[in-house]
C-alpha cells in the first residue's frame, strides 16, 4: 500500500529521530519503507541543500530562497518520491511543502498564494496522505539543534538556526495555522518527553491512520 508521510517541526523538534524509529516500526509490521530529507534527497537537491543551509550564505534573499526550495522539490519528487510511491512504498520524509510555506510564507513573509503556486509546480498531485506535526516551544527546539550543530561534525546546516527566536516562534505559528485549516491531514504531535514518549504518540496517530486506509 503506497503512503505518503511528511514530518514537519520547528528545528530540534526531533523530527530526524522520530522518521527512523518509525520507519522501523513499519518494517518489523513489514512495510516497505523510504526515508528521505528535504531539501535534499537525491544527489542534484543535496547540492541545492548546501546553499541553503550553509551558515556562511546569510545574504540569501528571501526570494532565491523560496525559488531554490521549488527547484530541490521538484527534482526529489520526480528522481525519488514518486517513483518510491508508484512501487507501493511507504514514503517517511524529513520536511516537504508545509515547511516553505511556514518558513518563507509566514516566517519570511512572502506571498503565501505565490508560494502555494511554486509547491504546486514542484509537487504537482505528490501531497502527503498524513502529516505529522512535532510541536515544541521554540526556544527550546531552538536550543536543542544550536547543541547538536555544535557537536556534529558532519557538513555546516546551521544558517536556520542564526535566526532570531521571533522567527522561530512564526514558523511554529505558521504550522498551527496550517494544521487548523487540514485537521485530516495534519495532525499535531507534542514532541515533549523522552523518544519513547514522542515516538507512542507518533504511532497510535499512524497506526489509527493505516487501520482507517485499510477499510476505505
Known sequence: MPLFISFE?????????????LANQLESLGYDVLITREPGG????????????HPDNDRLVPDAE?????????????????????????????????ATLAYQGYARGLDLQLVHQLNDLAAGTCRPHLTLLLDMHPDQGLHRAQSRNAATSGPAEG??????????SK???????????????????DATGTHEQVATR???????????????
Open 9 to 21: 517541526g520547528i528545528e530540534g523538534s526531533g523530527k530526524t529521530t522520530q522518521i527512523q524509529l
Open 171 to 189: 514558523v511554529r505559528e505558521g504550522y498551527l495555522v496550517l494544521a487548523q485549516q487540514e485537521p485530516l491531514r495534519i495532525k499535531v504531535i
Open 66 to 98: 523560496l525559488l531554490l526550495y521549488a527547484a530541490a522539490r521538484a527534482q526529489h519528487v520526480a528522481e525519488v518520491i514518486s517513483p518510491a510511491l508508484e512501487q507501493g512504498k511507504i514514503v517517511l520524509c524529513d520536511r516537504y511543502c508545509d
Open 202 to 216: 507518533i504511532w497510535q496517530t499512524t497506526s489509527s491512520f493505516l487501520s482507517r486506509s485499510r477499510n476505505a
Open 159 to 168: 544558517r536556520f538556526e542564526q535566526e532570531s527566536l521571533k522567527f522561530h
Open 42 to 53: 537525491c544527489p542534484i537537491a543535496d547540492q541545492i541543500r548546501h546553499i541553503l543551509l
